[in-house]
């Protein structure tokens, strides 16, 4: 097992928690949005201290090396991140039917 190391969320993966947790709240109630927040914080628990765990699938599908994926369980939305030298670096958080490649494209402009 990995030493732990932090995982420090880019401000885009802050956002899209933010999001994620406000539209459950409105939609589906403040319970979920509750249990969301436990499993997002289960699968960065996770990704800290396993972060060669996650699935390199879409790092290699959108030729990004290093970028990994770990769900957050009960949800539709994946983690992605890439290991750090001394962190985790959490890039986003997205529902699984989102479009990667345009996410991917749309990052490497900003």
Same mark, same amino acid.
């Given at each position: 097992m990995d030493a732990t190391r932090p995982v420090v969320p880019r401000r885009a993966a802050g956002r899209d928690v933010e *999001?994620?947790?406000d539209y459950l709240a409105r939609e589906a109630g403040l319970d979920t949005a509750l249990r969301f927040i #436990?499993?997002?914080? *289960?699968?960065c628990d996770h990704i800290?201290?396993?972060?060669?765990?996650?699935?390199?699938?879409?790092?290699? #599908?959108?030729d990004r090396p290093g970028l990994r994926t770990w769900p957050v369980k009960g949800f539709g939305y994946l983690a992605f991140y890439a290991e750090g030298r001394d962190h985790i670096d959490l890039w986003r958080v997205l529902h699984m039917a989102r479009d990667f490649p345009t996410?991917?494209?749309?990052?490497l402009l900003d």
């Open positions: *999001e994620i947790v #436990e499993a997002f914080e *289960e699968a800290s201290t396993n972060p060669a765990a996650g699935s390199p699938r879409f790092g290699w #599908e959108l996410w991917v494209r749309d990052e």
